[in-house]
């Protein structure tokens, strides 16, 4: 099989590292010939990967995007080089995954729709479903034709409220797909999706995965050690790619400090600071990380943790979360989208989204009863291996594919 997968990066983001795993894992087979194309980022070493557009016309492409609010619209040539790479390459599958991010045309879903390959797209957001944004929180025009955008300021930002014309143009050009399939990596998504567009048929649902051989439960007292954080004292872990960002909820778990009864916590952070936990309440510290890239580094900082706190406002299936299972540490945060289904109550503790005060009587009961701490950092590790490994997500992949295109899943 040939299949040729597009999506906004190779190696940065949520997505990308989802998107380049899952190449990575096909290049290992013999049955399948894959080849990823990517609008934005550093070149990765990699023969089988390939870039279009430039630097020049992302930005262009955002300029436009900010002061009409007009999405997909802006990048003539790397849609046509685009183009050619599919007429060239020939795929079996053209697996989609975020088409948005300044690097693509609405038009290219045309082209596509003329195809006879079959067309696979891995819903990482909820972009697809809505005329503007990729998480629409508890707002639900989505349903209806959007307009009337409640905040412009969300990815992606613009000062004009064109999201009633762009949900027609997406609705129009999607629709018009043939021998698509909608893949989600949570059932909550894949609902959505089924809603937005009950003529494509059922969601496939595919968890997300990760190398459950590279996040590993690392000893807790050697990963303090080497991060200089004391062995004694509780630590609440919180991780996101700009803690500014109000999708993540920090001012939930800021307010749920102030509410708590364990004394002397550290508060860990991982991504970037901009000084949201300064000052903390009195007897709590922070330990800010910054943006962690090294495998071996995000290991160490999830080990040492006795908590992983998510108190995202929106999510679909959150890497971080599955990432903190496997090196055994249990979650504690906000019952919201797919989350649920990644952390059960062997795994951690989920409270009512925006809850600070039941957040607060979470954090304490997970970090006060150190033997149920315990049996949930085992179930969090057991969960992730048998659930998540990199190997279950890439044959879940190879099995859809094949299905697809009539062939028995070996």
């Not at 600071?273 to 903390?280: A, I």
Request: aromatic residues 8%; neutral net charge; hydrophobic residues 40%.
């Amino acid at each position: 099989m040939r299949v040729l997968a597009i999506n906004t990066e190779f190696a940065r983001g949520g997505a990308a590292r989802i998107s380049s795993t899952l190449h990575r894992c096909l290049q290992a087979r013999e049955d399948v010939e894959p080849l990823f194309v990517y609008g934005r980022g550093a070149a990765p070493p990699d023969a089988t990967a390939a870039r279009t557009g430039t630097v020049a016309e992302v930005y262009a492409h955002a300029v436009i995007t900010r002061l009409t609010g007009l999405q997909c619209i802006g990048s003539p040539r790397s849609t046509r080089q685009l183009q050619r790479i599919v007429a060239r390459f020939s795929p079996d599958i053209v697996h989609l995954h975020n088409i948005h991010g300044y690097f693509l045309d609405l038009s290219f879903l045309e082209f596509l729709s003329d195809l006879e390959c079959h067309l696979v797209w891995t819903l990482h957001d909820a972009w697809a479903l809505t005329g503007r944004c990729a998480y629409f929180f508890e707002c639900t025009r989505w349903k209806t034709g959007c307009g009337h955008c409640p905040d412009l300021r969300r990815y992606p930002r613009t000062y004009v409220d064109s999201s009633s014309l762009m949900w027609k143009r997406k609705r129009a050009a999607i629709s018009q797909l043939r021998h698509v399939k909608f893949v989600a990596p949570s059932r909550w998504l894949g609902e959505k999706a089924e809603e937005a567009y009950p003529r494509m048929g059922s969601t496939a649902v595919i968890p997300n995965g990760i190398r459950v051989d590279t996040f590993v439960p690392f000893d807790r007292g050697q990963a303090r050690m080497k991060l200089g954080i004391p062995a004694d004292r509780p630590v609440i872990m919180t991780a996101a790619a700009d803690l500014n960002d109000p999708r993540k909820g920090v001012g939930y778990l800021l307010t749920a400090l102030n509410a708590m009864e364990t004394p002397s916590a550290i508060v860990l952070t991982m991504g970037l600071d901009r000084g949201e936990f300064s000052p903390l309440p009195h007897g709590f510290e922070h330990r800010s990380l910054g943006y962690v890239t090294d495998l071996a580094d995000l290991v160490l900082a999830y080990s040492a943790a006795d908590v992983f706190c998510i108190t995202s406002l929106d999510e679909n299936f959150p890497t971080t979360v599955l990432e903190a299972m496997a090196c055994g540490t249990p979650i504690v945060g906000f019952s919201v989208g797919g989350i649920p289904e990644q952390v059960t109550t062997d795994c951690g503790i989920l409270v009512p989204v925006k809850d600070s005060h039941e957040l607060a009587r979470a954090l304490d009961r997970a970090l006060q009863d150190r033997g149920r701490l315990r049996e949930m950092s085992v179930g969090c590790r057991a969960r992730a291996v048998s659930e998540y490994s990199i190997e279950t997500f890439c044959e879940r992949y190879v099995g859809l594919y094949k299905s697809l295109l009539g062939k028995e899943a070996e």
